[in-house]
């Protein structure tokens, strides 16, 4: 089976503006989450969604928002970019329905906000 | 806030030394999974141990579990060059999310 892949995998964009990035699970995965990684939080949860039901969300601002579609390819996006936001964006996908088991990361989108 | 504190921060060792790296967190658990991250990329998923679970291995993996001390152990037998990459704990406490720890780094010089 062909692994989690998100894109872009690089984006450069201002501050203010805004950006969508995009996941696809592995065939068959419906449950797909989203994590922000930066080398001072570590890695932060955003979002789960599970056949297009977000069941969980993180404490990030209501900028970050996210959705899941009918096939599970997910998006996330982010309005008015701050400089904070700059970030590898990771993206899993899970077979499991009841609860977080194993996690398939994709490759991620490393995000630079100028 | 992260749930997991991982110890230590970095390590250097050997080639063909072994490698040990803990984790505590702090709630109840379902389970207690760790991952390794090569250089900034996605994370590989290593071994998941459940609750009810005291060691688990995979390979040259060795993993413990003591829910009564809320920490788990992650051992790397007979390292490689190969096995430089930063390794995170994750836990899942039935809430949908994994909650990962700080990583500890490991290199291991050839």
């Known amino acids: 089976k062909a692994g989690v892949t998100q894109t872009p995998r690089y984006l450069i964009k201002t501050r203010g503006q805004q950006v969508t990035l995009s996941c696809s699970p592995i065939?068959?995965?419906?449950?797909v989450s989203w994590y922000q990684q930066t080398p001072g939080q570590g890695l932060q949860f955003l979002f789960e969604?599970?056949?297009?039901?977000?069941?969980n969300k993180g404490n990030f601002p209501g900028r970050f928002s996210g959705r899941q579609f009918s096939n599970s390819r997910s998006e996330m996006n982010v309005s008015t970019l701050e400089l904070g936001d700059s970030a590898l964006y990771l993206c899993?996908?899970?077979?499991?329905?009841?609860?977080?088991?194993?996690?398939?990361f994709g490759p991620g989108t490393r995000l630079t906000v100028t | 806030s992260q749930q997991g504190e991982e110890d230590p921060q970095a390590l250097s060792i050997q080639e063909g030394e072994n490698a040990t790296m803990n984790c505590s967190y702090k709630?109840?658990?379902?389970?207690l999974q760790w991952y390794r991250q090569n250089s900034g990329r996605g994370l590989v998923h290593l071994i998941l141990?459940?609750?009810?679970?005291r060691e688990k291995h995979s390979g040259r993996l060795r993993v413990t579990l003591d829910t009564s001390k809320k920490s788990s152990s992650l051992l790397i037998t007979a390292s490689r060059a190969a096995d430089t990459a930063s390794y995170f704990c994750?836990?899942?406490?039935?809430?949908?999310?994994?909650?990962f720890g700080a990583g500890t780094t490991v290199t291991v010089r050839a």
């Open positions: 899993a996908s899970s077979p499991e329905q009841g609860r977080a088991g194993e996690q398939y």
């Open positions: 065939s068959g995965h419906r449950s």
């Open positions: 969604y599970f056949s297009e039901t977000q069941r």
């Open positions: 709630t109840s658990i379902n389970n």
């Open positions: 141990i459940r609750s009810n679970e």
């Open positions: 994750a836990t899942d406490a039935n809430d949908y999310k994994l909650s």
